[in-house]
């Protein structure tokens, strides 16, 4: 089945230790998004990928970066990892920028220590 | 910009009854409004979602209705069961074409048996 695929599901670290969330997909999407959700809170988008093309939000902080190396994979880098970075991170697509279903992966859940 | 008032927070009913949720939204030029259900650490899925031309879009038992007028939408859950237990988020993206979902605060709906 096609889907997107987020590795790890679960990510500890310690605090300022860098660390790397992956995500894939074999849907052929054009548009790849990372979103923050703290506990009991709606996702929150920090940016998103036209193909090549990075979107930052305006609040994302610049501890947060990201890399689409090819159309398959997007990876969140979180530079230096803060208590208040826990969270679960979750990924998703969307075949067009205009075409405005998104499909989420099952999220990796990052602890710091 | 663009702001989704969900409710309510949280929402108990009895298996076999319905369930409504409501939401609001601020921009009148939005045109796409999609519901999510994300259970306990997964990612969240896409139910049903429904465009600005149409009023009603029912599936099984979930139906979405829409009222531009009053710039509101509502999630019916008919015949809740069990599984149906989870959190719900309405979204909104507004103006047409655009990428970004604004979330609803989220529901979570507990079905008791």
């Known amino acids: 089945d096609a889907m997107v695929i987020q590795n790890p599901r679960y990510q500890v670290t310690q605090f300022g230790k860098p660390v790397t969330l992956s995500c894939s997909q074999t849907?052929?999407?054009?548009?790849m998004y990372w979103y923050q959700q703290k506990s009991s809170q709606a996702p929150k988008l920090l940016f998103h990928y036209y193909d090549k093309d990075f979107n930052n939000e305006a609040d994302t902080p610049d501890n947060f970066q990201s890399r689409r190396p090819n159309t398959s994979f997007c990876f969140l880098d979180i530079r230096s990892p803060g208590l208040g970075d826990a969270a679960m991170y979750l990924c998703?697509?969307?075949?067009?920028?205009?075409?405005?279903?998104?499909?989420f992966g099952p999220g990796t859940r990052l602890t710091v220590l | 910009g663009e702001n989704v008032e969900q409710h309510p927070s949280t929402l108990s009913v009895q298996e076999g009854d319905s369930a409504v949720i409501k939401c609001t939204y601020s921009d009148s030029a939005s045109n796409y409004f999609p519901w999510y259900k994300q259970e306990l650490g997964k990612g969240p899925q896409l139910i049903i979602d429904?465009?600005?031309?149409?009023g009603e879009k029912k599936d099984q038992r979930i139906a979405v209705t829409l009222n531009k007028t009053a710039k509101h939408f509502s999630l019916h859950i008919t015949e809740t069961q069990p599984e149906d237990s989870a959190v719900y988020f309405c979204a909104a993206t507004p103006t047409s074409g655009t990428y970004k979902y604004i979330f609803g605060t989220g529901t979570r709906l507990k079905v008791l048996a």
């Open positions: 429904i465009r600005s031309n149409v």
């Open positions: 849907l052929n999407h054009n548009v």
């Open positions: 998703a697509t969307s075949r067009e920028r205009w075409d405005n279903e998104q499909f």
